[in-house]
T-cell receptor, first 113, second 114 residues
Framework: DAGVIQSPRHEVTEMGQEVTLRCKPISGHNSLFWYRQTMMRGLELLIYFNNNVPIDDSGMPEDRFSAKMPNASFSTLKIQPSEPRDSAVYFC???????????FGPGTRLTVL | GEDVEQSLFLSVREGDSSVINCTYT??????LYWYKQEPGAGLQLLTYIFSNMDMKQDQRLTVLLNKKDKHLSLRIADTQTGDSAIYFCAETSPRGGGYQKVTFGTGTKLQVIP
């Protein structure tokens, strides 16, 4: 299995631009998580999907952030408009129906200038 | 709410044992995990323990759980330079409907000195 796939691996953009991060979970996994990691705040859960439905989005910072999961094999996290404080590494993770372990992707390093 | 605490930094000499500690607050935790993050990479699951276990050993790794004190530790025997990384403790607790919420600690940076 290829593991969780994220793209792009690095993104540099200017303040105000729209940013879209992509994730392909491990085949057969029905839960998907988006995390943000910064030096100041550590690892934060942004949103959790189960069977393509958002279950817990309490960690989404504000309306500028949105996430979708149109099918079991694809999810996006969109930031519009982006701000310099959004600079972080964004991780996607997935877990199987048993739900006991999350497998992380390599992350997308986002820099907003 | 849930809280998971770790010390930020640990330095050991190559060949010595490393012990990374973690405390958590949620008494309903079901699983507790140790993840390893190397520079520029995602989190890699090292091992996990179910909350009704006291100890789990996996090659050089030993996990000890004191559920009464809500204390989890990871011991790495014969620490190697390749073990240098950030180690995250995490716990899951049920939130209904089959949802297990995961809370991560702040991570402990392990530096192995040759």
């Amino acid at each position: 299995d290829a593991g969780v796939i994220q793209s792009p691996r690095h993104e540099v953009t200017e303040m105000g631009q729209e940013v879209t991060l992509r994730c392909k979970p491990i085949s057969g996994h029905n839960s998907l998580f988006w995390y943000r990691q910064t030096m100041m705040r550590g690892l934060e859960l942004l949103i959790y999907f189960n069977n393509n439905v958002p279950i817990d989005d309490s960690g989404m910072p504000e309306d500028r952030f949105s996430a979708k999961m149109p099918n079991a094999s694809f999810s996006t996290l969109k930031i519009q408009p982006s701000e310099p404080r959004d600079s972080a590494v964004y991780f996607c993770a997935s877990s199987s129906p048993r739900g006991d372990t999350q497998y992380f992707g390599p992350g997308t390093r986002l820099t907003v200038l | 709410g849930e809280d998971v605490e770790q010390s930020l930094f640990l330095s050991v000499r190559e060949g010595d044992s490393s012990v990374i500690n973690c405390t958590y607050t949620d008494s309903s935790s079901t699983y507790l995990y140790w993840y390893k993050q190397e520079p520029g990479a995602g989190l890699q699951l090292l091992t996990y323990i179910f909350s009704n276990m006291d100890m789990k050993q996996d090659q050089r790794l030993t996990v000890l759980l004191n559920k009464k004190d809500k204390h989890l530790s990871l011991r790495i025997a014969d620490t190697q330079t390749g073990d240098s990384a950030i180690y995250f403790c995490a716990e899951t607790s049920p939130r209904g409907g089959g949802y297990q919420k995961v809370t991560f600690g702040t991570g402990t940076k392990l530096q192995v000195i040759p």
